[in-house]
């Protein structure tokens, strides 16, 4: 079977790449589709760098990017809240790119009002939402910090809700834990989720590619977050068994993916 599909938008951790290493059969295919003409994004859960450096990794690996062909749960939320909360103050259980990148939005982040001591507790009082993403730097300071501002009535949003995060030696823990901690000790549930699969994240990528989704492809390695946010907005779906999904977990779907890969160059074999 072929189809007919325009542009792809392409998972990055355990799809195109994994840790500082392109998987098989990624530079091929990603540079065989741009040979005809096809439009392709990059997508991310992860908000631990900028645009900028993700579009760098992905030309040294052999895949030229430009920094506004790849987006981010970090950028995702960032060009969300700006259009719709930009007058709240944010505390952020997060890493500094991210909330560099969502200073650059124009958000008031809590942290940068902190004095530079990191012992030094942000009064909970003053904050208006909270933002949980991947953050390696995570301590009690910060749990009990959002913990605060949770259960005085602050916003509850996330950039990602991945559990684990791909890497060459074994996953490691990802947002998904912390938000289900803070949900746990508070009762209460996440109110926004930016990244895969909320439908944000494909709407700012259909909205780049210029194409209708029934033209676009997803393409990632993981069901819950790719294939769903794909099949979500009505487009065709690849799920590439490069990363944590195998043949017997696609059996298990409701609703099964498109095409079911072993690695990117076999994508354009399915294409008309």
């Not at 300071?141 to 501002?149: F, G, I």
């Amino acid at each position: 079977m072929s189809v007919r599909c325009d542009g792809f938008v392409f998972d990055l951790d355990g799809t195109v790449y994994l840790g500082e290493a392109a998987l098989p059969g990624s530079v091929e295919g990603i540079a065989e589709l741009r040979r005809r003409g096809k439009r392709v994004l990059f997508v991310s859960n992860k908000p631990l760098e900028p645009r900028a450096k993700y579009a760098a990794k992905l030309t040294r690996l052999g895949i030229p990017t430009a920094p506004e062909d790849v987006i981010t749960s970090g950028y995702v939320l960032g060009h969300h809240l700006a259009m719709h909360q930009s007058e709240l103050r944010y505390y952020v259980i997060g890493e500094e790119n991210l909330r560099s990148e969502l200073r650059s939005h124009g958000l008031v982040i809590l942290d940068e009002l902190a004095d530079q001591d990191p012992k030094e507790v942000i009064d909970p009082q003053g904050i208006d939402a909270v933002i949980v993403a991947f953050d390696r730097t995570l301590d009690y300071r910060k749990l009990n910090t959002a913990y605060q501002a949770l259960m005085r009535g602050a916003y509850f949003y996330a950039t990602n809700g991945d559990k684990t995060c791909p890497m060459p030696g074994g996953a490691i823990p990802d947002a998904g834990g912390t938000i289900a901690a803070l949900e746990a000790m508070t009762g209460r549930k996440l109110q926004l989720l930016a990244g895969k699969p909320s439908t944000l994240t494909m709407e700012v990528a259909l909205e780049r590619l210029g194409l209708p989704a029934e033209r676009c492809m997803m393409v990632g390695d993981r069901l819950e977050t790719d294939i769903a946010m794909g099949q979500n907005a009505g487009m065709l779906t690849a799920v590439a068994l490069t990363g944590v999904s195998t043949r017997e977990d696609v059996a298990r779907m409701a609703i099964a993916p498109t095409f079911i890969i072993e690695r990117l160059s076999a994508l354009p074999t399915l294409i008309e």
